[in-house]
T-cell receptor, first 115, second 118 residues
Framework: AQSVTQPDIHITVSEGASLELRCNYS??????LFWYVQSPGQGLQLLLK??????LVQGIKGFEAEFKRSQSSFNLRKPSVHWSDAAEYFC?????????????FGTGTKLQVIP | GAVVSQHPSWVICKSGTSVKIECRSL??????MFWYRQFPKQSLMLMAT?????????EQGVEKDKFLINHASLTLSTLTVTSAHPEDSSFYIC??????????????FGPGTRLTVL
């Protein structure tokens, strides 16, 4: 069964500092990996996704993530955090099967940004 | 592209009544829609998957007679919580995948519906 682990429940960073959110997955084949962001009381917005090819993926809002098969990781990074990045971040993994995609979400990492 | 809406954004109802939540894909045809439930400070729990014109597939432990899902068109799916009780209070989020090139392999999420049952 596929699973996703986000080991950090809560992270606090200073505005302008770099950020790395960790994500480890368990899946039997090459996974499809996603990062979503959720602002309070809102739905999820797709930041980026990895299916194949270049293991460094660029997303929206200046985020990037690197797929490392040997470590079963897909960590999210941003070189300089803005106050508006404060939100909850979810990593997700899934296969593509049967014409639709069922993903498994991690438990999320809540990011707090301090001035 | 990839805009999904939900209505209502929040609803309060009395115990025993039924509530319908709509999920619409606004700029693409959604062949598959998903319904999730999210408890406070927790991750998303998939409730069911619906393909247009077919019966929904429910996840283990989800009562299909309580959570009625209809996906009658390529742009609309509805979730009806029947005979709602306070324990059904939650944040319900839908997502959609479809035929457009940007939507065939990625779920796009609605803004969610906050349900409070008194």
């Amino acid at each position: 069964a596929q699973s996703v682990t986000q080991p950090d429940i809560h992270i606090t960073v200073s505005e302008g500092a770099s950020l790395e959110l960790r994500c480890n997955y368990s899946y039997g084949a090459t996974p499809y990996l996603f990062w979503y962001v959720q602002s309070p009381g809102q739905g999820l917005q797709l930041l980026l996704k990895y299916f194949s090819g270049d293991t460094l993926v660029q997303g929206i809002k200046g985020f990037e993530a690197e797929f490392k098969r040997s470590q079963s990781s897909f960590n999210l990074r941003k070189p300089s955090v803005h106050w508006s990045d404060a939100a909850e971040y979810f990593c997700a993994v899934g296969p593509l099967s049967g014409g639709y995609q069922k993903v498994t979400f991690g438990t999320g990492t809540k990011l707090q940004v301090i001035p | 592209g990839a805009v999904v809406s939900q209505h209502p954004s929040w609803v309060i109802c009395k115990s025993g009544t039924s509530v319908k939540i709509e999920c619409r894909s606004l700029d693409f045809q959604a062949t598959t829609m998903f319904w999730y439930r999210q408890f406070p400070k927790q991750s998303l729990m998939l409730m069911a998957t619906s393909n247009e014109g077919s019966k929904a597939t429910y996840e283990q432990g989800v009562e299909k007679d309580k959570f009625l899902i209809n996906h009658a068109s390529l742009t609309l799916s509805t979730l009806t919580v029947t005979s709602a009780h306070p324990e059904d209070s939650s944040f319900y989020i839908c997502s959609a995948m479809g035929l457009a090139s940007f939507s065939t392999d990625t779920q796009y999420f609605g803004p969610g519906t906050r349900l409070t049952v008194l």
